[in-house]
Structures are given as C-alpha cells and as structure tokens.
C-alpha cells in the first residue's frame, strides 16, 4: 500500500534480515581513531560547560567492583529492537550498570516507531539514552542535541581507547561532531548470502568459489530448484530476498557500477543501464529463470504453517545481514547452513558491499549528564562489544572483538565477513533528509510492484524514478 505523503513506517523486519542506512559517501576499512579526527576538526567548548553543571557523580566501576551508593536515579533507554537476543543484551548491560553503579535505576523501553520517537523526543527535550541509525543522527547531530563523551572515556574501568575502534571513513559524523565524541560506536551491518549446505550436498553442487559470476548464480540457483515430491509444482526454490528496501538493490546495483541516488541527491537514478540492469537480473530471477518463489507461492507455504522459507527448509539461498549469523545459529536446527561471498558482476567484474553503522548516544539536556554518558559508553565498551561478537547479533567496531569473538565458527565460512570488510570500494548507503518517505515509495512502493507482478519492470522503475525525484525535489 502507497503511504501519504510524509507518512513514517517502522522498520520491523525481524533480526536476521534486517539492514539499515548507513552513510553516504565511499568508505574504506581504513581505521579512523579519535586522535585522527581531532587533529582535523575544531575543538568546540560544549564539555566544559557541562561539566560546570553536572551532577557529581563517582567514576564508573568495572563489572566487579562497586560505586559509592548515590540518590535514587532513574536513566531511560530507547531501542527498536525487541528480539530475544538484543533483549538479552540491554538486560546484560542494564543489569551490570545497576550492579556498578549503586541507587541508580535503568529502565528499558522497546520503541516499534523509533523514528517517529526520535523526533517527538528531541523536541520534547526529553531524549533518553538510544540506539541510533545513521539516517536521523547525523542530521540531529548537526543540531547539537547529544551529549560529549570525552571526559567520561578515561574515568571508565578499564578507560575506553578509541583507538581500538575502528569507525569507517565516512561514518564519522556517527561518532564525533566539531572535535567532540558524541556517541559510541557499537556494530557494523552488511548483507551477507546464506546457504543451506545440505541441500547442495544432495544436488551434487560443491561450494561456489569466492569469485562465481551472476551468471554462475544463475546455474546454481536453477540446479536447486525442484519438484521435490513429484506432484508436478516446484516446492524448493534456489534463492529469494526481500524488496522493501533500498538495501535490498543496492548490493546488485553497486556491483553492476550503479547508483541509487545521484550525489547532488536531487536524482534517483535507477533509470541508467547499470542501476536497470541490476534491478532487471532480480527480476529475471523471479519471473524468467523462476527460481525465486512468486508472492502468491509464499503466501500459499506461509499459510501451511512456513514462516521462514529458508529456515524451513524451502530455499537453497537467501540474503540477509551479518546479524543474522547470530539468528542462525539458534534457530536453524534441521540443517547445516554457511555463508558465501555474493557474486561478482559480469560487467564490471566486482561485487559490492555496503556497510552501515549503529551507536549510542545520550541527550545535551540530560538532568545526570555523567550517568547518561557512562550508560552510552556501557553499551558501547569493549565488554559489551565482545559480547555482541560472541552471540554474533552483528559486526562489531571494537576491533578485537571482531577476529576474536564475531569471526569463530559457526558457521564453517565465518571468515566471509572480516574478507568482505577488508576488501575496497566499501561504501555506506546515502544519508539525506527526506530518505524515509524516498525509500518507502521508490523500493517498497513503485519497484516492488514489478516484483509482486503488478505492474511491469519498465514502467516500475519509470515510476520509482519519477516519484523519487519528486520527493528529492523538496528536500
């Protein structure tokens, strides 16, 4: 359905599909420390001035030791979401901060329509401590709602090292603005190509090489597709993927040298013959090769009780995020699933990888500065990065906790995901005001009638590109 004009939706897919924005321009995996980026920028005086009227508080205890007992205090937390995983994880940290930090109370709210949140929070002037994406961060950042973090690194047990993080180029108005720290760091997300092991055991396919074509998709994808139980319909499908998001064509169309936005962000160029012939190769996948099943055929499995067509067994191949490792792993319990390298384009030769970045933050106009800072360092330290590498719930930017925790098997091929980052021409998805409404009209409005047989691929992408246009005109 078309939302009205200026209408926010939610993001709600569950945890190991779910992609978000992350910044515009090309990063590399170069590391950017905070000694790197002050020597660049101007040193505002926003710290000093919250020190003078902070409320005194004891420097952060380690998660063994214990904080002099202070006034009740009661912190808030926002985050969107509310999986088991990621329950378990701000329990963990909401449970060790109370434990260190005596008469202080953190309570934790699951928000669903985060980005209508954001928003009403921060002109309410009542923004708690939350989990951000890049999309609204940035732009409230410029505003200089959040809070300096540079005096509370130090006071941590152990002292938090920025050098041990390792923030994109690119993303860094994530993490400092005018030569302030204003948020912490937490994970890196990427797309990444599931497969069902057994099933290409039993088809006689051994594991595509790290350098297979689309063209060499294609081949695999049609092998696994089959009539399974001989009653003359297709009950196994080699790939499918979702099409609500710009994420979704944006690892095809980035390898096939396209664009989704253009960089003056006043065009959506989807129209061009890299960005089309992209979009056209999915399109084929579904209609022409037929191996990817139609909507009404998965809405026929979902009806029988299938949710999860891969987790179920019905799909050879899926794409989803390195998130989605962690889901894996709990879930996937009646077969042996990996991961693999995506495909590389026949016409230029490469694939694409774009990355996002979430942190956390808390507000300018916080009542318990100190404490809110501490909380945001919390999420993001080294302790609770290590455990977001060891339950794998994303990629994390603490350093050490990617090859010592995030990359350990399962699965067999977990050492795609450091490949993948290591490799060039990594880039975030583009950031610009007005991208929610953009994105929901062009990718889950106007192309995803194409791919749900409503309208055909050339006036689908006619439409995405004049719409988005439209909506790029008035930002």
């Known amino acids: 359905m078309r939302q009205a004009q200026g209408t926010v939706v939610p993001r709600s897919q569950p945890d190991d599909i779910h992609l978000v924005e992350g910044r515009t321009e090309m990063v590399s995996t170069k590391k950017i420390t ?16 919250l020190a003078a009227c902070a409320v ?25 979401y509310g999986s088991p995983v990621r329950r378990e994880f701000t329990t963990r940290v909401k449970d060790i901060f109370e434990a260190t930090h005596p008469g202080v109370t953190v309570e934790v709210e699951v928000a669903p329509d985060i980005d209508v949140r954001w928003q009403t929070e921060v002109a309410a002037k009542t923004l708690p401590v939350m989990l951000w994406d890049a999309n609204l961060f940035c732009e409230m950042a410029a505003q200089g709602v959040f809070l300096p973090l540079d005096d509370r690194l130090p006071m941590q047990t152990p002292p938090v090292d920025m050098d041990d993080y390792n923030v994109p180029t690119g993303a860094e108005c994530m993490v400092w603005h005018e030569g302030q720290q204003i948020a912490m760091p937490w994970i890196n997300g990427a797309p990444l190509l599931y497969y069902n092991v057994d099933m290409f055991e039993e088809a006689g396919i051994e594991r595509p090489s790290d350098d297979w074509t689309w063209d060499d998709f294609v081949d695999v994808t049609k092998e696994l597709t089959r009539d399974t139980d001989g009653d003359g319909e297709i009950d196994q499908w080699g790939y499918m993927q979702s099409t609500r998001w710009d994420e979704h064509f944006a690892q095809w169309i980035f390898a096939n040298g396209g664009e989704i936005v253009s ?11 890299e960005a089309a012939g992209a979009i056209e190769f999915l399109y084929d996948l579904r209609f022409t090769h037929k191996v990817w099943p139609l909507a009404e055929q998965m809405e026929a499995l979902q009806a029988l009780g299938i949710g999860s067509l891969f987790n179920g067994g019905r799909v050879a191949m899926t794409y989803g995020g390195t998130g989605g490792v962690g889901g894996f792993n709990r879930s996937v319990t009646d077969f042996t699933y990996d991961i693999l390298h995506f495909p590389k384009s026949p016409a230029t030769g490469q694939r694409a990888l774009w990355t996002f970045m979430q942190n956390f933050a ?5 009542e318990h500065p100190d404490l809110d800072a501490d909380l945001a360092i919390a999420l993001g330290g080294p302790s609770s990065q290590r455990w977001a590498g060891r339950t794998k719930i994303q990629v994390p930017i603490y350093t050490p906790a990617v090859e010592e925790d995030y990359a350990t098997k399962p699965p067999e091929n977990i050492r795609v995901v450091p490949e993948m980052f290591a490799e060039p021409g990594v880039q975030h998805l583009p950031i610009f005001n007005g991208k929610t409404e953009w994105l929901q009209t062009v990718f889950g409005g106007e192309l995803t009638k194409a791919f749900i047989g409503e309208a055909s691929l050339a006036d689908a992408i006619t439409s995405a590109v004049a719409e988005g246009d439209r909506i790029l005109a008035r930002q």
């Open 56 to 80: 005194p508080v004891a420097a952060p205890a380690g998660d063994g030791a214990a904080a002099p007992m202070m006034e009740d205090v009661t912190l808030r937390m926002v985050t969107h």
């Open 34 to 49: 905070r000694r790197t980026f002050l020597r660049t920028s101007a040193f505002a005086g926003t710290a000093g001035v």
């Open 362 to 366: 808390g507000p300018i106009w916080s």
């Open 263 to 273: 960089e003056d962000r006043l065009h959506t160029p989807l129209d061009t013959p």
